[in-house]
């Protein structure tokens, strides 16, 4: 029983990374969106996302069904104690992908810009939103016997759930501008690898003291030096994604920048392992695998669903990146 209630839990993580990854890069190409300097640099950052990005919501849905079927107190306690977020994010991802559909349906300056604001505001909203959620986990929540959330939505908006937000943002604007980097050339590519650079202190500056205060209240399995394992090992993937990018190698420095989102993830991930959702008025009353997970029946059947599904979702991800992979070409507009 306890190997499958680790699986899943791996599995849930590897599922959350996927997206981190995936759609972390075109929820920062929408945070640069606006910074561009011409409606037809605009048009060429949304085409660089177009092919993907449907795809890549794919990686959360995938993520939040996973923690329905393999742990649903969690699933219950999350989303009904973060419901107003959550109906937020959702609002994001909905402005997001009607701005991306109809931007260009009508040749009008007003129009545009009123899709741009859409399709930018889109991608900040869930992406603060997401890192607020994290650290909100990381400290705890404060719950009743039966697991449901007691505390108001304005105790969620506590200095290190917003300093998590913060820290995601920049993250994702780091990783979106590599993205670009890659993905355009010329003078836009030129731009987007400056925006890297900045963005790479931002992550930096804002992860260093999110980490100092983690520390003392956000570590709550007993093995304290695999969580901060990975914090060096992400500290060391930013610092490889920095000089790959200063030598111009986008690619690279992309690649890097995901390594250094996985191992972030991965030091929330053992930050909180055994537990899921810390309790904070009563330590007992925390969800952990192992007091929150479905039968051992339903754990192993659905465990031979996801080794199906998941190579099917992992092999079209590869395939549609490998079919529109090369540059998007900058029009002047």
């Not at 980097?181 to 790479?200: H, I, P, Q, V």
């Not at 986008?250 to 909180?272: E, G, N, Y």
């Not at 929150?292 to 754990?299: I, P």
């Not at 590869?318 to 507009?333: P, T």
Request: with cysteine; net charge positive.
């Amino acid at each position: 029983m306890e190997t499958l209630q680790i699986i899943w839990f791996l599995i849930i993580g590897i599922l959350i990374i996927g997206y981190a990854i995936l759609d972390g890069f075109d929820l920062g190409v929408g945070f640069w969106h606006l910074f561009a300097k011409k409606n037809g640099e605009r048009k060429a950052f949304i085409q660089s996302i177009e092919p993907f990005w449907d795809g890549n919501e794919v990686w959360l849905l995938t993520g939040g069904g996973a923690l329905f079927a393999a742990f649903p107190p969690v699933y219950a306690t999350v989303f009904s104690g973060f419901y107003l977020a959550m109906m937020l994010v959702l609002l994001g991802l909905i402005f997001r992908a009607t701005a991306i559909e109809f931007r260009n349906k009508v040749d009008s300056d007003r129009w545009r810009k009123a899709w741009d604001f859409a399709f930018s505001f889109g991608s900040i909203l869930p992406t603060v939103l997401f890192g607020v959620a994290i650290g909100n986990v990381l400290l705890g929540l404060e719950l009743n016997a039966i697991g449901d959330y007691t505390g108001g939505f304005f105790a969620l908006l506590n200095p290190f759930a917003l300093f998590c937000g913060i820290v995601g943002l920049a993250m994702f604007a780091h990783h979106g501008a590599l993205y670009l980097a890659m993905k355009l050339g010329g003078e836009a590519a030129d731009r987007a690898s400056g925006w890297a650079g900045k963005t790479w202190y931002a992550f930096l500056f804002t992860l260093m003291p999110t980490v100092a205060i983690g520390l003392r209240s956000a570590i709550h399995t007993e093995q304290r030096w695999i969580p901060m394992l990975f914090i060096l090992l992400t500290l060391a993937a930013h610092s490889v994604a920095f000089m790959l990018n200063k030598k111009r190698k986008a690619i690279a420095a992309f690649l890097a920048s995901s390594c250094t989102i996985a191992f972030l993830m991965l030091a929330v991930a053992f930050a909180l392992f055994p537990t899921m959702v810390p309790c904070t008025n009563n330590p007992e009353w925390s969800l952990t695998l192992f007091n929150s997970s479905s039968s051992q029946r339903t754990l192993g059947w659905m465990l031979a669903i996801v080794l199906i599904g998941m190579p099917v979702v992992l092999g079209y991800t590869v395939f549609i990146h490998r079919i529109f992979r090369g540059k998007v070409e900058v029009k002047a507009d």
